[in-house]
């Protein structure tokens, strides 16, 4: 049990810095995109300001920040998965 509470904080605070990376990474990415290709610029920065807003919303009343940290982080790389199956990655 000890191990798992150990993994468990260790990828919360893991977690918590790749977030905030993640954001700041996915909103200058979707800025740049703008001038290339604007649907996928417009497509980061809808999912980043979603994200964001959710974040907003749902940590003072339903979740903890370090979860949502950890959910945040899940819903990153899912939605650059989704990206590189449609074959919108790379053309910047």
Do not use: D
């Not at 497509?43 to 940590?59: D, K, N």
């Amino acid at each position: 049990m000890l191990f798992l509470k150990a993994m468990w904080h260790s990828l919360r605070v893991v977690a918590t810095g790749l977030f905030w990376l993640m954001v700041v990474m996915f909103l200058l990415a979707g800025i740049t995109q703008l001038g290339k290709a604007p649907l996928i610029g417009q497509l980061t920065l809808g999912f980043v300001a979603t994200v964001v807003l959710a974040r907003v919303l749902l940590v003072p009343k339903v979740l903890k920040p370090q979860v949502f940290n950890v959910i945040g982080c899940m819903a990153f790389f899912a939605f650059i998965a989704v990206l590189m199956m449609k074959g919108m990655t790379g053309i910047a």
